[in-house]
Structures are given as structure tokens and as C-alpha cells.
């Protein structure tokens, strides 16, 4: 078997252009406003949705692709005597995992094609997705390739705002945070996504600036001042609310690699406008 292609789904907020670059594979996941669908990141692009959720009324919802949505893509990369590499939204927020698991067993050898868990979300894993089609485009093995991910994944930390956690709660990912956590006045809870995959509430602090000087105190904590690298998704339209935090981490840290991108349609159905999240990882030394 030759080349390592690397398969993804919409959610992983990775930029089209560094999709394109580096020959990765998107599935896209389903964005439902009413009787209306749109395949994320396809035929409705970040910008357009944060328009139409503003004027729309109630909660938008999202559903995984289906089994046959994998498989399609993983027979057609098979054919070409690749194999494949399927990184996919952490299992406790998604059945999409499970959709590429269900193609993957529907296979007459099952061999070529390796699933993995990403226990993340949003570039928390589109990171993984293009450190693994980095290191395919080199020529790593897929072993190399596995033990590469798993080490940036355990290696990462993650910290998020978002303005409240009402889509969060309604839309049944929130895991452990409460709710009413986020609704005592101007308190704004610091999240994370814990080990097992879930929305957890790490921390609360009084107001934006003092969020953000929580955050960048835990980030000390995490990586004693650098180097590192950062990875920053924001809503679009609302990249004003994270210079100022992106500001105070340049301070901190010497930054090697640095990346921004927008949160996409899924991931904005479920934490809603006006979010912010934050990837940081040791820096790679050559």
C-alpha cells in the first residue's frame, strides 16, 4: 500500500486553503436552520452562517454524516493504493466517530484504513489532522504518523469563552458545565474539553480581561513561558474580542508557529457567536 491520505470531517475548522495544500479529505456534517440544510463548510461557509443565525429564530441543530458518506471516500482513496488515516470530532460530542467506524467495518479488508477518536473539537483537532498530513507528505509510516498525533494531542492544552452557555446547554453539549454556572452576571466561565472528550467548565472569572488573565495564567502554568506554538478559532466578524488575548500571550511567549482560524458552522451551532478558543503546544524543535 503507498501513500497515507488523511480523511476529516467539517468540524475540525480547518482552512480550505491548508486543506488544499495538503490533500485532505472533508466530510461535511449538516447544518439544519428549520426545513433548510447546508452542508458545513460547502454550501454555507462561516461568514454566511453567523448572518443567518442572527436573524433566524430559535436554535439552529447539526447531524453527522452517515456510514456511506465515509465509505464512499474511503474506497475511492483504497482504489488509488492509498491508505488512510480518519481523524474525526471527539465521540462524546458527535456520532460522526461512530459513522466512520460503521464505514470502516463495511470494508472487505479493513486494513488500509485507521479511525481515530480525536476526544477534541474544532482546530483542537484540525491541528492533529494537519501535523499527520505534514508528516504523510514526508513519507512517516502510518505508525510514525499515530505515535506523532498522539503526542501533540496529549501535549496541547486548550482553554475557551464563549459570550454565553445557552447553546451550549440547549444543544445538549455541555457535559459537566452547568448552565447556570454562566448565567450569574458578567461571570464568564473558562472551558475546556477534558480527556474523555466532554465540555467541561475549568475555571470562572469576573469579566473578559480578568478571563483572559486567567487563561494566560493556567497557559504559564501548562508550558513556563514557551516556546510554543498557538492556535487561535474565533467567530467571525468577532476577531476584535481575542487580539487582545492573543496580544497578552506574544507578551508571554516566544511563539514559533502561529495559526488563526475561523470557527465554522457546527461548531458555531453548539457554542454559539462571540467565541473564542485557544490551542497552545510545546514548539517543534528541528
Request: charged share 20%; aromatic share 6%.
Amino acid at each position: 500500500m503507498g501513500a497515507i491520505a488523511l480523511v476529516t470531517d467539517s468540524t475540525s475548522d480547518i482552512p480550505r486553503e491548508v486543506r488544499e495544500r495538503l490533500g485532505i479529505e472533508m466530510i461535511p456534517l449538516t447544518v439544519h436552520f428549520g426545513d433548510e440544510a447546508y452542508l458545513d463548510n460547502v454550501n454555507l461557509q462561516p461568514v454566511e452562517f453567523y448572518e443567518k443565525l442572527q436573524s433566524f429564530q430559535g436554535l439552529p441543530k447539526s447531524s453527522q454524516p452517515s456510514p456511506a458518506d465515509f465509505l464512499a471516500v474511503f474506497e475511492r482513496l483504497i482504489a488509488e493504493g492509498k491508505q488512510v488515516i480518519s481523524i474525526n470530532l471527539s465521540s462524546a460530542l458527535s456520532g460522526t466517530y461512530q459513522s466512520a467506524l460503521l464505514a470502516r467495518s463495511m470494508l472487505e479488508d479493513e486494513s488500509p484504513v485507521t479511525v481515530i477518536d480525536s476526544k477534541s473539537a474544532s482546530y483542537g483537532y484540525g491541528m492533529l489532522v494537519v501535523k499527520a498530513a505534514e508528516l504523510a507528505e514526508q513519507g512517516a509510516s502510518r505508525e510514525e504518523i499515530i505515535e506523532a498525533v498522539t503526542r501533540l494531542k496529549e501535549s496541547t492544552k486548550l482553554y475557551f469563552l464563549v459570550d454565553t452557555l445557552e447553546y451550549l446547554h440547549k444543544g445538549g453539549r455541555i457535559g459537566r458545565a452547568s448552565a447556570l454556572f454562566g448565567s450569574l452576571l458578567n461571570i464568564k466561565p473558562i472551558l475546556t474539553i477534558d480527556s474523555e472528550g466532554y465540555v467541561n467548565a475549568l475555571d470562572k472569572a469576573r469579566g473578559q480581561k480578568r478571563a483572559f488573565a486567567r487563561i494566560v495564567e493556567l497557559l504559564e502554568a501548562d508550558f513556563a513561558g514557551g516556546p510554543v506554538d498557538l492556535n487561535v478559532v474565533v467567530t467571525p466578524g468577532r476577531t476584535e474580542m481575542a487580539e487582545e488575548l492573543i496580544a497578552l500571550l506574544k507578551e508571554r511567549f516566544p511563539i514559533r508557529n502561529y495559526l488563526q482560524s475561523a470557527i465554522g458552522p457546527v461548531i458555531g451551532t453548539h457554542a454559539g457567536p462571540g467565541t473564542v478558543g485557544i490551542f497552545m503546544s510545546p514548539a517543534v524543535t528541528e
